[in-house]
């Protein structure tokens, strides 16, 4: 079972994945130190942490395409 699913962080805003990619960090942290926790643990921490993170660029992607696209507008105007 997943850790985090990808419709729960299209549900998350920016400072929600903010903190959330925070303790994500620090948990597989503290599950590297420990040498007893599973292997499956660590993977789904990773799997958690590249779904917030390819959320994030994707939305930068989408809000600097949005401003090139606006400017070009502007210069198609004149």
Known sequence: MPILKNSEV??????EM???LQDLK????RANVTA???R??????KRAISRIL?????Q???KSQ???????????KK
Request: charged letters at 40%; zero cysteines; a positive charge.
């Open 10 to 15: 299209r549900k998350m805003n920016d400072k």
């Open 26 to 29: 620090m948990e597989l942290v």
């Open 60 to 62: 930068k992607q989408s």
């Open 66 to 76: 949005s401003k090139l696209g606006s400017s070009q507008k502007k210069e198609l």
């Open 18 to 20: 903010a903190d959330k």
């Open 54 to 58: 390819t959320m994030i660029n994707s």
């Open 40 to 45: 499956a643990k660590t993977k789904e921490l």
């Open 36 to 38: 007893n926790k599973p």
